[in-house]
């Protein structure tokens, strides 16, 4: 059983910070009543559980660098975002790796994927859009965005690097 995750438009929800999952949610069109908007991040805050209580499931992210730089608030709660996604990326089971902004044109450029392997080794993918997500159980489709992942994590910075990266930018607040 393992999670894949590919972001280039946002922090994943699984690393996101309680301000920076508010921010995303108030700046959604439609607009939400106060009561969604709360049961959506009390939703999101609580599936970061699962990080924890799942410490031999692999969760691996890669996350475009524009999107750590893209402010969404004061600096402090830039500092906050950071610090959550440091400590949510430093279990052994979860890894955190960086596009630098250098690395140019990929295989991935066609958006965000997910690609989860169940306990009985199956893969599914999950590629997002404006307003839409579609499931993907094909296995040559799957097969596809593993390969692209794959080559993505190939361009990235290692995991020390990716995380030396984020303090960095904290740093620079």
């Given at each position: 059983m393992s999670l894949c995750t590919y972001e280039c438009r946002l922090v994943p929800g699984l690393l996101q910070s309680e301000a920076y999952a508010r921010a995303v949610f108030e700046g959604t069109i439609p607009l939400r009543t106060d009561e969604e908007l709360e049961a959506q991040?009390?939703?999101?805050?609580?599936?970061?559980?699962m990080m924890r209580e799942r410490p031999?499931?692999?969760?691996?992210?890669?996350?475009?660098e524009h999107v750590f730089r893209r402010r969404f608030g004061d600096a402090e709660a830039?500092?906050?975002?950071?610090?959550?996604?440091?400590?949510?990326?430093?279990?052994?089971?979860?890894?955190?790796?960086?596009?630098?902004?250098?690395?140019?044109?990929?295989?991935?450029?066609?958006?965000p994927v997910q690609i989860l392997?169940?306990?009985?080794?199956?893969?599914?993918?999950?590629?997002?859009?404006?307003?839409?997500?579609?499931?993907?159980?094909?296995?040559?489709e799957v097969s596809v965005l593993c390969q692209r992942y794959d080559t993505l994590r190939s361009l990235a910075l290692n995991p020390k690097e990716s995380?030396?990266?984020?303090?960095?930018?904290?740093?620079e607040l």
């Open positions: 991040l009390a939703a999101r805050m609580e599936r970061q559980a031999t499931v692999p969760f691996r992210f890669i996350v475009e830039m500092r906050e975002l950071f610090d959550h996604v440091l400590e949510r990326s430093a279990p052994r089971n979860v890894t955190l790796q960086v596009v630098p902004l250098e690395a140019g044109l990929h295989a991935c450029l066609d958006g392997e169940t306990a009985e080794g199956k893969r599914l993918g999950y590629s997002e859009g404006q307003k839409n997500g579609r499931l993907i159980s094909d296995p040559k995380r030396d990266l984020v303090e960095r930018l904290r740093g």
